[in-house]
């Protein structure tokens, strides 16, 4: 099967109102209509090209989530105000009380608490596993079993999916295969290796600004239809609803997404080789030393790289933090959690993005004290960024 390049953003085409090359914003939270008989007809979703109210559909919303459908290779996309609104709005609609899911134990902190902690609420109960298994994923699957959920490149582990092998499982049991891409777009196009659906936080790398919470849901026509049914659905009803002027924004940023992506991914490796050159524990896709090196190799789109996070582990929390504070103080990047920045950011998971999960927990899963996580900015001379980064280290004694 022939598929298409995974930057496909090239392709989309809007004109703008009074023919702008950008689409107007639709700054309205209600429309007009001529009759009153297609207002009734606009509610139950019957009418083509009409708009009733901005919290349903809204041109500018429905522009960009047609943008990163393109991307993802899905039929369409709904956006949200949030990378958790997606998610909870995704979970919530597949699942219902009694029934189970399968998820990846290593995955953003706030999911795991979603997942631990409120949809059990619900009696929604989920089981964790290690998703590298394929094996112990498929023991996890009980009758009731209704979704699997992992991210493509975890969080903060950096654990990869094997998504092809887990679409199969889940076609197998009947299952949607829900995946997580919001450490690796265009890198990894998980639905065309066969998940259902792809989620993305537009937070981190597709704005790349760090100014602003977003969110995607890209999937089949129906299951977003589903989401926005307005008697039904939970996109529509529990209101995550991402706001025009935002949309706009987070649509002019994803055009230069590959650009960035490969410079992103250009750093982060040339990074992980020194690290790893120097004797720091040190993982990143991109190296030979990573569990899942061929897998990744395997499944990658390959222009795009390794993707732009890796970790270190310097041995202890004190070293971690007084290493942060002297990097950001040396202006390599900043001590601050989320991802996708042209600075590099770095931040001690553990403490920070991770915190939702027990320390107990953490351990088993291989998360340490002295870790840090790093998202390689766009540094236009990484070599410098590195020579300082090496001085800072040694200042701490951690070389
Ligand atoms: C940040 C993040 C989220 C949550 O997204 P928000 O936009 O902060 O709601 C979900 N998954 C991953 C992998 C993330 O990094």
Not at 32 to 50: L, R, Y
Not at 270 to 277: D, I, T, V
Request: proline share 3%; with cysteine.
């Amino acid at each position: 099967m022939a598929f298409k390049p995974a930057n496909n953003i090239q392709d989309v085409q809007h004109f703008g109102e009074f023919g702008g090359v950008n689409p107007s914003i639709s700054d309205s939270s209600t429309y007009t209509f001529m009759s009153a008989k297609t207002m009734f007809d606009t509610f139950e979703g019957n009418t083509d090209g009409c708009y009733l109210y901005s919290r349903h559909a809204s041109p500018s919303n429905l522009n960009l989530s047609e943008a990163l459908a393109a991307m993802e290779g899905t039929e369409t996309a709904n956006v949200y105000a949030s990378g958790m609104g997606a998610i909870t709005s995704t979970i919530l609609q597949h699942c219902k009380a009694g029934e189970h899911i399968v998820s990846s134990r290593t995955i953003y902190g706030g999911t795991y608490a979603f997942l631990k902690n409120f949809t059990p609420k619900f009696n929604i109960e989920t089981t964790f596993v290690d998703i590298t298994k394929v094996d112990r994923v498929e023991a996890a699957i009980t009758p009731n079993t209704k979704i699997i959920y992992c991210e493509s490149v975890s969080n903060p582990l950096l654990e990869i999916a094997d998504i092809k092998n887990l679409a199969k499982l889940a076609k197998k049991h009947n299952l949607q295969l829900v995946v997580d891409n919001t450490f690796s777009p265009l890198s990894i196009s998980p639905a065309k290796l066969g998940a259902d659906v792809v989620i993305h936080s537009l937070t981190k790398f597709i704005n790349g600004s760090s100014d602003t919470v977003a969110g995607v849901v890209c999937g089949t026509q129906d299951f977003i239809n589903q989401l926005r049914d307005v008697n039904n659905g939970a996109a529509m009803l529990l209101g995550a609803t991402m706001d025009s002027m935002r949309s706009a924004s987070v649509l002019k940023n994803m055009r230069t997404l590959h650009i960035r992506m490969e410079q992103h991914s250009k750093n982060a490796l040339y990074l992980a080789e020194k690290f790893e050159a120097n004797g720091l524990k040190t993982v990143y896709p991109g190296l030979a030393s990573h569990p899942s090196h061929k897998l990744y190799k395997s499944i990658m789109n390959s222009q795009y790289g390794f993707g732009g996070m890796l970790t270190i582990d310097v041995g202890s929390l004190d070293k971690a933090n007084a290493l942060m504070e002297l990097m950001q103080h040396k202006n390599l990047g900043y001590l601050a959690v989320s991802l996708g920045f042209y600075k590099t950011l770095f931040s001690s998971p553990g403490s920070s993005t991770s915190s939702e999960i027990p320390e107990a927990e953490q351990k088993e899963m291989g998360m340490s004290n002295g870790l840090i996580r790093f998202s390689v900015g766009l540094d236009a001379d990484i070599n410098r960024t590195y020579q300082t980064m090496n001085e800072c280290m040694l200042e701490l004694h951690i070389l």
